[in-house]
Every structure is written in structure tokens, then in C-alpha cells.
């Protein structure tokens, strides 16, 4: 189990600032255990350059992103889930389809840059603190000794970290 790669699939609806941010960070964070990856329930059909910008400004990758429908990882030949994580309350609420591999599920909402109305500055800070915080709660899935954990276990934990990072916004 030590050297296996964890699939996580991040959704919020439109796919196209918080999963994309999450898949990102996730990505490079992950060191090779984690492949991470995005959809959304309605997507978008486009990646909002101020998510991108936040990726750049993280000196992490920004390029290779799209926006997604999350049908496309319900298929029979989709990557195997281990965990598909809602970023966003409207998905969170949607009937989902059937993951194949049966992953555990958790929701770690957070608000939606996106829709924030302000000058350039304080909409770039929104997304900014949108990223560090995903951030945040990826840094402590990662810490998670997953291999020597059961699956219950792993279940609640990655709840939690969801729930505790809401409580301290």
C-alpha cells in the first residue's frame, strides 16, 4: 500500500476556479502518491484566468487545465477513485453519479472566488485565499498515514479536515 498512487477527483459545479486550484495544488503537492484531477457537475466550459493567475503566482503549473463535465470520470475506463472531494456547496448537494472503485467521499467547501465582485486586487486576494486555503486541507491529507489506516478511518479523517478548516474561517 506504501507505494500506491491515490486517484482524487475534486468537484465544485462549474469546474473552473476551486477544483481546477485544488487539482493543482493536489498535483504537485502529492510527490507521485496523489493524481489529482477536476469536474464539475454543470462546468463552465472555460478555466477562469484568475485561477490560473493564482496557480502561476504558487509557481506552480498553469497550463493543461479545462473544464470538465464530471460524467467523463463515471465511465467504466476512468481512473479507479480513491477520493472524490466537493469543493463547493452546490455540488455537495447534487446527486452524483456512481465513481467506479468506490471512493470515499468528503466535502470541503469553500466560498467561490468567482463569483466575488470587486476591483482586480481584491478579487485576486479572493482567489488567493480560495487556494491557501485547499492548500491548507491538502497539506493535512497529505500528513495523513493513510497506508496504516483502515478505510473508516481514513473516511473520517478526511471528512474532519473539511469540517475543522470551515470552523476556523
Not at 466550459?45 to 503549473?61: F, Q, S
Not at 467506479?100 to 486586487?121: I, K, L, N, R, Y
Amino acid at each position: 500500500m506504501a507505494d500506491k498512487t491515490y486517484n482524487v477527483l475534486f468537484i465544485c459545479t462549474g469546474n473552473s476556479a476551486r477544483s481546477i486550484m485544488a487539482e493543482g495544488l493536489l498535483n504537485y503537492m502529492g510527490d507521485g502518491r496523489f493524481k489529482a484531477y477536476s469536474a464539475g457537475s454543470h462546468p463552465a466550459g472555460k478555466v477562469n484566468a484568475h485561477a490560473l493567475r493564482t496557480l502561476e503566482r504558487l509557481r506552480l503549473p498553469a497550463e493543461g487545465y479545462r473544464s470538465k463535465n464530471w460524467d467523463e470520470f463515471a465511465k467504466p475506463d476512468s481512473p479507479a477513485l480513491d477520493f472524490v472531494l466537493t469543493v463547493c456547496d452546490k455540488a455537495a448537494g447534487e446527486m452524483c453519479p456512481v465513481w467506479p472503485g468506490q471512493p470515499m467521499t468528503a466535502h470541503w467547501g469553500v466560498a467561490d472566488p468567482a463569483a466575488f465582485e470587486g476591483s482586480e486586487e481584491a478579487t485576486e486576494r479572493q482567489f488567493m485565499d480560495t487556494a491557501l486555503t485547499l492548500k491548507r486541507r491538502i497539506e493535512l491529507m497529505l500528513a495523513l498515514p493513510l497506508a496504516r489506516l483502515d478505510s473508516m478511518a481514513i473516511q473520517r479523517e478526511i471528512r474532519d479536515i473539511g469540517k475543522a478548516q470551515k470552523a476556523a474561517q
